[in-house]
């Protein structure tokens, strides 16, 4: 890494704050199952403030053809579920003969100031012959918030509760047609314990799926097809993703449950260093499926300014919009809107129900190679959210 860009990195990770942890198979973080190739995959939720930084970071300094170079940061980053948190990231970045992309592994440990934390141990590894093998394991201690199932939840119904959760993920893809479309199988584990439940609730009742924990392990696969120009800051291209788990009743102590998920997203150059992008996602699940895993709206990655989990249900859609405008060097401007919804099935979707957010930003690049911290802030029904956190919502 050159030392500009380091001094950069560190000065605006110390002063400004970025989260980084990408969200691997909790199934609330809108990339649950995305993997360690590509950074905005699951990137930035609550529960997992500290892969942005990490990858950032990775990404920053430049593994030789041969060998092993290491990096360590401080984590600082606000999110309206969490508000201030802290902690400290630190891995290798490593370059294997003939890969056509660096390899990395990290760990990270964060707090919160609303009692929140986690430790995460993810790496991904690329091998000469483009094959991609990525995972992650994670321990976590998070208070958060129930209110309820589907698009009419309202904010009084709102049950305080506990999760403590060990989960984890591995997937492997292999090229199918070129560089840029891959595909492979996919296992996921999860043991889950729900804790401090408020009496009175629905929780405290017994009536919702995962109330009393959950454990079990997922099997699938998932297909990727990435033809962007940068993972961090991309002005053209596309990407495409989509995975699915399913759950047998033998691996666990559950009925059986499955979880799928479809993003894509597009960028069009408009000239003068302007960006347009687009991105879409669907998220599904059936079975005997714990409310902590269901598809959720909000997050800092779809419909910024609707907290993470304010909605859930068995199906969420959401879709998104976002211009980018360079100001003057290392600064930038977005513009950005979004809508999605949730529902128990397809036929119980509709347009009275869509949920609609949006705001603005300011970017700052912190490498070379296009990572930003970000400073957003996004308005959605319940009002304004601001958010501070390293890499784009997609």
């Known amino acids: 890494m050159r030392p500009r860009s380091a001094a950069l990195l ?14 691997g198979a909790t199934g609330e973080a809108r990339g649950d199952g995305l993997h360690a190739s590509d950074p905005q995959s699951g990137a930035v939720s609550p529960e ?3 892969e942005p930084t990490a990858k950032a970071a990775s990404a920053a300094v430049a593994a030789p053809p041969r060998g092993v170079r290491g990096f360590g940061l401080p984590v600082l980053f606000w999110l309206p579920e969490t508000k201030l948190g802290f902690g400290a990231t630190g891995g290798l970045h490593l370059h294997l003969r003939g890969a056509p992309r660096a390899s990395s592994v990290f760990a990270a440990l964060v707090y919160t100031l609303e009692g929140q934390g986690s430790v995460d141990l993810a790496g991904d590894v690329t091998t000469k012959g483009g094959a991609f093998v990525g995972g992650r394991i994670r321990a976590l201690h998070f208070p958060d918030v129930y209110y309820g199932l589907g698009p009419e939840s309202h904010e009084g119904d709102r049950e305080p509760f506990t999760r403590r959760t060990l989960e ?5 893809e292999w090229p199918i047609a070129g560089p840029s479309l891959r595909a492979g199988p996919r296992v996921d584990f999860r043991a889950e314990e729900i804790q401090d439940i408020e009496p009175g609730g629905a929780l405290a009742a017994g009536a919702v799926a995962g109330a009393g924990g959950f454990r079990g392990a997922g099997l699938g696969a998932s297909i990727t097809f990435d033809t962007r120009d940068g993972a961090f800051w991309p002005s053209r291209g ?11 009743s033998a691996l666990g102590d559950h009925g059986g449950a499955g979880r799928g998920l479809v ?33 959720r709206l909000g997050s800092t990655r779809f419909l910024r300014g609707i907290r993470e989990g304010r909605y859930r249900d068995r199906l969420a859609w959401a879709g998104q919009t976002e211009l980018r405008l360079p100001v003057r060097g290392r600064l930038s401007a977005t513009v950005f809107g979004a809508l999605g919804d949730v529902a128990s099935s397809p036929s119980d979707l509709g347009l009275g129900t869509i949920k609609v957010a949006g705001g603005a930003g300011l970017r700052w690049r912190l490498t070379d190679e296009g990572a930003n911290i970000r400073l957003d802030v996004a308005v959605g029904p319940a009002g304004p959210e601001v958010y501070v956190l390293v890499l784009e919502a997609f």
Do not use: N
Not at 10 to 23: D, I, K, M, Q
Not at 168 to 172: C, E, P, Q, S, W
């Open 10 to 23: 560190l000065s605006a990770l110390l002063l400004a704050g970025a989260p980084a942890a990408a969200a």
């Open 48 to 50: 997992t403030p500290a």
């Open 168 to 172: 984890g993920y591995l997937v492997a």
């Open 238 to 248: 596309a990407f495409a993703q989509a995975w699915y788990s399913l759950y047998p």
């Open 263 to 295: 993003e894509g997203r597009k960028f069009v150059p408009l000239g003068a260093g302007r960006v347009l992008g687009f991105a879409g996602i669907a998220e599904w699940s059936h079975g005997d499926v714990p409310f902590t895993m269901l598809p």
